[in-house]
């Protein structure tokens, strides 16, 4: 509690006087990496219940602090970086987006081509082409439709998840207590609460078709593997957690002909053990992947941890400046590189904070 206070709240404040890049060369962290998952002015019922999200011209605001700060590079300036060993021109910056959301076609990239900046977009294969929706989107869909159901029902509603073992203090924390290994549930409950799921992901296209992405590649984007479907890989055996994203790589290799193996971790990579990147560097299977633990350093050259400035009311620069903070702090502590258990589900570090309510736990 006190270490949290200190660099939660007693450091940033320290250093409000300090210029950002300042704090960068401090921190040593180059390039700085950020990730988002959508950008809207609408409500948005799939992801409204799951985490706040940047409107345009938060957005926009967020991407001029951006540029005055940082030099934008592309994915493949990452890349030949970790390939040949030259480290990056200070300040560098890469722009990255999970989860394949439409609003990528629809609202950001316009605005990245309007300003010249790079990106990466994310995806998870499953999803594409609106063929089934993300266990974590169709839970903010419920949650959406039941809020407006009247309280009698509500209590029905609420008895039947408890009967389900869900356990939490009301309804959405209950739906979003269900994990990736208990999705099942869903349908049944979408059916005794009347919620057409299937009518929700055809009439509102969540994420991008192939045609979208076609187009993203064209005018210059890159994308990258967010799994098949979504599920948190710490919950995963290795075997799992390697068909997962090789196949997920493999996929975007074949429909889409890219020439960068990328990778963003579902829910991020919390907890991920050494063993999985052994195994899916040995195997050449990625050539870069992405965490979300903000601004901490990796014992793996090729994966890159990555801050979000989404699910906050604040503007990015005491984002950022909360991000060094904590960097610095760890790094007095010697705790800077992340260090990770070679075995799967016994390592711990701590990441972006994430209540059990914010299913996404970043990514
Ligand atoms: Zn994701």
Redesign the pocket.
Known sequence: MIARTIKDDLLPAIFQAIPLGFLESLTGANPVVAYY?IVSDNDVPHVKHLYRFRNVSQFEKDLEVFLKLYKPVGLLDLLRSVNTGKTLPQHSFHLTF??GFRELSDVIAPILLRKGIPATFFLASAFLDNKEMALHNELSVLIEHIKRLPENRQREINDFLAKHQLDGKDIPTKLLSIIYQRKELVPRIARFVECDLTGYLQRTRPYLTSGEVRKLVAQGFTIGA?SID?PRYSALTLKEQVRQTSESVSFLRQNFGISCSTFSF??GDSNVASDFFKEIYDRRILDISFGSAGMLKENFPRHFQRFSPENSLLPVEPILRRHYARSLYKRLLGKQVINRTQRANSSSFETCPGPRAFI?GG?
């Open positions: 998952h999970d989860d967010h979504h579902p829910h996404m990514g």
